[in-house]
């Protein structure tokens, strides 16, 4: 149940591909239902256990290029040959509602967001080490051994972009219910900062 007198916050989550912003959104669902979580569109194969409209919306090539065309992305790019975006809709009619949305983007797409909404709280998610954070990205087995060295090299590039964000937290190793906590608490400081509309 959203308050209407409360300032609802556009909260961005951001961070390295690996970092673990899957497992943080998903659990941020589990703990704070009544929060907007915006689905992002793609065009990148659907990897197994994800559901469509639930952990992205599967978009084709043509399909995707529509929704740019009609302007309906809050923010697109395109990562590692794979189109991404924000679909506007339900973004806005949740901040008019009272709700605090949270949008998952990567570094290049938070950007883009701060440029057009630079009232959003961007959260910059941080391995414990570089160590690790390339541990979690080979972990997966998703990727040829060139995709990898890729998204490895890109991983560490980002990891430089943390600075600009506004609450940079380190996504612990196994420790995803208190990474949600330090979110919600940065989101409780930012709101307390916010002035009364």
């Known amino acids: 149940m959203s308050d209407p007198h409360k300032t609802s916050l556009l909260v961005v989550i951001s961070g390295p591909s690996g970092v673990g912003k ?4 998903a659990s941020l669902r589990v703990m704070h239902p009544d929060f907007f979580y915006a689905v992002t569109a793609t065009t990148r194969p659907m ?3 994800e559901v469509d409209g639930h952990d992205y919306i599967f978009l084709g090539a ?7 065309q009609q302007g309906e992305f809050f923010e697109h ?3 590692y040959g794979r189109r991404y975006g924000v679909p506007k809709i339900g973004v806005r009619q949740a901040l008019a509602d009272g709700k605090d949305v949270i949008v998952k983007v990567d570094v290049q797409g938070a950007s883009t967001i701060r440029s057009v909404a630079p009232d959003a709280m961007l959260v910059f998610l941080a391995a414990p080490t570089e160590e690790e954070l390339v541990r979690r990205l080979t ?3 998703t990727e040829s051994p060139d995709q990898m060295a890729l998204r490895i090299a890109t991983a560490q ?3 430089e972009q943390a600075h600009w964000f506004d609450s940079v937290i380190v ?3 196994d420790a995803v219910e208190q990474t949600v906590a ?3 608490e940065a989101m409780e400081a930012r709101r307390a900062d916010a002035p009364d509309r």
């Open 22 to 25: 899957d497992a943080v959104i």
């Open 47 to 49: 990897r197994p256990g």
């Open 62 to 68: 043509q399909r995707f290029d529509e929704l740019v």
């Open 77 to 79: 790019a395109e990562v």
């Open 139 to 141: 972990s997966r087995k």
């Open 157 to 159: 590039g980002e990891m």
């Open 171 to 173: 996504n612990e190793t």
């Open 182 to 184: 330090r979110i919600v």
